[in-house]
């Protein structure tokens, strides 16, 4: 199927400019097929943003609790596999434990001939689970369908650090890989 | 080894200085029974194997100030890759401690730990990346341990072995409950370093 994936990529610079006004200085991730360009970026010599690598989910989530309790802010980049691997650590420190976590998380598998339609009409169970379980965990979100909804990326942080609490922004495409990532 | 859970900690206790301490399971009681009401302590609880990663956020966000992390080698065993996240993140002030007692649940139960002889934590955590890796033997090994790992720079991997307490769960204690702060504690405590930290 060929699709023009501009009208439903968010380019990974917009994520960058976005955390930057929200003031994160963290990353702490499992690696996400659909977010690619965006670690890319974030991997780059001269990155304000520092990215750390853990070896699983619960691990990013444990991390960014630690970095928030030290005074930075943090955004969790998972996949959302991850975030379903990591639910017990979400709710033992944002949920009991209040602390906040601004998760971004992939639809991975997601089919294309869902783009642009509602998710949770998805063929594909882990992409349809995702925002029942949000809302049976009481954790709100925010989509990232298109460019049109970059101001969701500072809402879903804002509304963490605010509420001191586990928020989603749940990116439905691949990040969109600048021009100037081309080497 | 001589030394028990509480006996490391304490020592752990004297030696601090102004560094961070994060606990679980059988340090977190020992902790507890110490009296230590400081605001630089977190226990990690209710998750277990979160105590590593807790500690990696707190070492990298205030580097000029030592973490130390009393772990429990089921908790480590359950986020085992923690060890690599932690020498691949390279903090230079991390300090983790295990309290190897072999079992879970010590003191309640004490169901065996899966590899609980033999598994090689000290070979585990050097391969990992950290800067030093040490198992001590005696409680002089385990001070010069803790001594030597407060003033050099890396990721410092310490293990003890402890002993456990005779279970107490059966018959006539059939049940335990939890209570509520054991839900609220480590946020509650996360919260009060941010703020102690703030206003250091």
Known sequence: ?183 | MSLNAKQVCEIAQSMRGDALIVNTMGAMNAFDQLGSNSPLNVSCVPLMGGAASLGLGLALARPERAVMVFDGDASLLMELGGLVSVGQAAPKNFVHVLLNNGVQFAGLGNLPTPGASGVDFVSMAKAAGYTSSVRCDSEEEYRQALAAALKTTGAKFIEVDTGYSPATLGPSVPAVEMTDARFTRMGDELRTIRKTLEAA
């Not at chain 1, 990591?86 to 976590?101: E, F, H, M, T």
């Not at chain 1, 998805?122 to 909804?149: A, C, F, Q």
């Not at chain 1, 989603?168 to 990532?181: E, K, P, R």
């Open chain 1, 1 to 183: 199927m060929t699709i023009d994936h501009t009208k439903y990529c968010v380019p990974a610079s917009a994520f960058l400019e976005a955390f930057e006004r929200c003031g994160i200085e963290y990353v702490t991730t499992v690696p996400d097929m659909l977010q690619i360009a965006l670690h890319s970026a974030l991997e780059k010599p001269g990155s304000k943003i520092r990215s750390i690598n853990c070896s699983t989910e619960d691990q990013a989530v444990e991390t960014a609790a630690g970095l928030y309790a030290g005074g930075k802010k943090v955004a969790i980049l998972v996949q959302n596999q991850g975030f379903f691997a990591a639910i017990n650590s979400v709710r033992a420190l944002g949920l009991d434990g209040r602390i906040p976590l601004f998760m971004v998380m992939g639809q991975f598998g997601r089919e294309w001939s869902n783009l642009g339609q509602d998710p949770r009409s998805s063929k594909r169970l882990m992409v349809r689970m995702l925002e029942p379980l949000l809302e049976t965990l009481d954790i709100p979100y925010w989509r990232l369908e298109s460019p049109d909804d970059v101001k969701n990326i500072e809402l879903a942080c804002d509304a963490a650090y605010q509420g001191s609490r586990p928020t989603a922004l749940i990116v439905g495409h691949f990040v969109g890989f600048d021009a100037s990532s081309v080497d």
